[in-house]
């Protein structure tokens, strides 16, 4: 997707993922405008030849500076998480 920033978070950024362990992404975007979080994922599968557990999250830029300064994932995988 064009102008998307992706940002790795979870288990295995942090080098500690588990047999079981699924990828956790957060893709930022502003393609994401308009479209509700579940049709935005939806079309990342869709998008991507996925073969692989993969939790995406989508924000818009937005959305992922206004919750990245909350108590949330989006904080966490913005101090701790791995831009791709």
């Not at 979870?10 to 362990?21: E, I, L």
């Not at 975007?29 to 995406?56: G, I, M």
């Not at 989508?58 to 300064?69: G, I, R, V, W």
């Amino acid at each position: 997707m064009p102008d998307s920033r992706l940002i790795l978070f979870g288990s295995q950024a942090w080098g500690k993922p588990h047999q079981d362990s699924d990828i956790d992404l957060i893709v930022i975007s502003n393609t994401f405008k308009h479209k509700k979080s579940f049709e935005r994922a939806v079309e990342l599968y869709r998008l991507w030849n996925v073969r692989y557990p993969v939790d995406f999250l989508c924000y818009t830029p937005q959305e992922f500076a206004k919750l990245s300064k909350m108590v949330t994932i989006a904080k966490e995988a913005a101090e701790k998480g791995i831009i791709i």
